[in-house]
């Protein structure tokens, strides 16, 4: 299996009653980071949630992970197998504290990687606001707690839909410099991001997604160089022309 990509999604479609979501999506995901970008409405978190089996679109197609298909499989029984998931607006459970989260998915065993130590160790934060409910995070500290309660399920890939969705500048750096760490560690990330600074500085590999398919796959390099694609596909103002 070493030789093999770690996630084959092949003709993956996916519904919204008679809409359709994904069309013919053909990806693989081997080692290190690889970002989605696009417009909003393209189908990005659709496709993060058909990954990872969320509801509630229709999937159909095929989703393997470690050559096991995820396709018809509940929520629970993917992240078990490996996969970690941080959810565009964070979902956390406002009454529980820092630590009730991270300890909550600690108890459940498995491997002993990342450890709810090993997770205050990654963000200091967290361990000076162990006691504080969800709801009492600031926005950085609670995306900070998303990742490491996805990283205490022990993943192999780890998938992040908008990580940096409303967060101040240096936040946004902190986690940009965690995920490359992470990286350098042997953990495998897939990431959904609107921002262009942070897609193109975490991950070489770029998907460009249109229309609910996978249009084209370029480079941060070319990406960053190529104000037409910027403009065309991303609605956003090129890399190069901002202050």
């Avoid at 504080?132 to 399920?153: P, V």
Wanted: hydrophobic fraction near 40%.
């Amino acid at each position: 299996m070493a030789d093999q990509p770690l996630l084959v999604i092949e003709g993956l479609n996916a519904y919204y009653g008679r809409a359709q979501a994904l069309e013919d999506v053909n990806v693989e995901i081997a080692d290190g980071s690889t970002s989605v970008i696009g417009r909003n409405g393209m189908g990005k978190t659709t496709l993060c949630n058909a990954i990872v089996g969320l509801p509630p679109a229709r999937v159909t197609g095929s989703i393997r992970y470690r050559g096991k298909e995820l396709v018809g499989q509940p929520s629970y029984k993917i992240a078990k197998l490996g996969i970690g998931y941080v959810p565009q607006g964070r979902r956390l459970f406002p009454s529980l504290s820092v630590d009730e989260h991270l300890r909550m998915l600690a108890s459940r065993g498995g491997s002993k990687r990342w450890t709810v130590e090993r997770a205050y160790e990654l963000f200091p934060r967290l361990r000076e606001r162990k006691r504080n409910g969800g709801a009492q995070l600031s926005g950085g500290e609670q995306q900070m707690l998303a990742i490491a309660r996805a990283l205490i399920t022990n993943p192999t890939l780890l998938i992040m839909d908008e990580p940096s969705e409303g967060l101040a500048p240096a936040i946004i750096e902190h986690l940009v410099e965690t995920f490359k760490k992470l990286e350098d560690e042997g953990l495998a990330i897939l990431m959904i991001e609107q921002n262009l600074g942070v897609a193109t500085a975490i991950a070489e590999r770029q998907l460009v997604m249109v229309a609910g398919t996978i249009y084209a796959e370029t480079t941060a390099t070319e990406l960053s160089k190529d104000a037409e694609l910027q403009r065309r596909f991303l609605g956003v103002e090129p890399l190069a022309e901002r202050a």
